[in-house]
């Protein structure tokens, strides 16, 4: 029994790389909160100096952000998440680092709280534990298990096709029903996109690492900026009719799941994974997203416009 446990200590493969990445993940998740805060306020100033507009922020709109000092302050803070979210791909699988994320969500709820003199109710903070929890459970379990696996040109046109897909049926859906949109579609719409950026930019940095920059990377390139685009303009037009942790909770449980979803099916992160881990991922998604519903539906500010 004892050398049994010893050889499934030794066989399991942990990536000690993944060291580096996990903390560099963390500190972007809070770069993340502090940069949704900022841009928070800064959206929901404009709306209350111009027109309300319906069905999303206009280019008006979109240009007086800039002269908003707490948005471009949020801007900034979140380039830095995303530098940091960077290098944390180059050490990790998207699997372990992306969920990582959620940590944002517990920064974001407590500086909202505070900022905004609302406290968090009893609901929203066990939607937030399960939001958290099932993020902590699937990172746990990825930890173990996944692993990086080299991205084949057949994988990279398959997951640029599904983009392509994705990017028509948002655009589509904007045109046609954005008066009838509320935060819930922005935040979800900016979560998938968001998802596939991460992915892509794993991609785009392996294959840079083995000097495989050609038309493909390019082309990957291409879809990262214009997913990164129109999910960026989703998240404003979520800022401006939800409060900041709703945003977070929807981005750091959606973005994570798309990411892992293909580093699962496409990349084949897990293959070696028994089955019960399977399930645990299964089970600790959905209750990632019933906490998301739950914050959805009964956070103190869901219905209400938050000022500066």
């Known amino acids: 029994m004892h050398l049994d446990l010893i050889d499934f200590t030794v066989d399991l493969p942990v990536d000690p790389r993944q060291a580096i990445g996990i903390p560099l993940a963390l500190i972007g998740g809070v770069f993340l909160s502090l940069g949704a805060q900022f841009q928070h306020r800064g959206v929901n100033k404009v709306e209350a100096n111009t027109v309300a507009v319906t069905g999303g922020l ?30 944390s791909l180059a050490f990790a699988p998207i699997i372990v680092v992306q969920p990582l994320g959620a940590v944002a969500l517990v920064i974001t709820s407590i ?17 937030i534990a399960l939001c958290v929890g099932g993020i902590g459970l699937f990172v746990t379990v990825a930890a173990f298990f996944a692993v990086d696996k080299p991205v084949t040109d057949k ?83 979520a800022y401006s009719s939800g409060p900041p942790d709703l945003v977070i909770a929807g981005l750091t449980v959606i973005d994570p799941l798309v990411a892992v979803g293909i580093g699962i099916v496409v990349l084949g992160e897990i293959a070696q994974a028994p089955v019960w881990a399977g399930v645990a991922f299964a089970v600790a998604g959905a209750i990632a997203i019933w906490g998301v519903i739950l914050l959805s539906r009964h956070h103190p500010q869901a219905s209400v416009t938050v000022s500066e």
């Open 58 to 87: 206009d280019p008006h709109q979109l240009l007086l952000l800039l002269r908003r000092p707490s948005w471009v302050i949020g801007t900034l803070m979140l380039g830095l998440a995303i530098v940091f979210q960077l290098s």
């Open 155 to 237: 994988n990279l046109i398959t997951i640029l096709i599904v983009l392509g897909c994705v990017l028509v049926t948002f655009v589509v859906a904007f045109a046609l029903l954005h008066t009838q949109f509320k935060a819930i579609f922005y935040i979800t719409g900016a979560g998938v996109l968001y998802g596939f950026v991460a992915t892509l930019a794993k991609v785009i940095i392996n294959r840079t690492q083995n000097g495989n920059f050609e038309w493909l990377t390019l082309t990957c390139v291409a879809g990262l900026l214009l997913a990164a685009a129109l999910g960026a303009y989703f998240v404003q037009n």
């Open 111 to 127: 500086v909202n709280a505070r900022v905004t003199k609302t406290p968090v109710n009893r609901a929203s903070k066990i939607a």
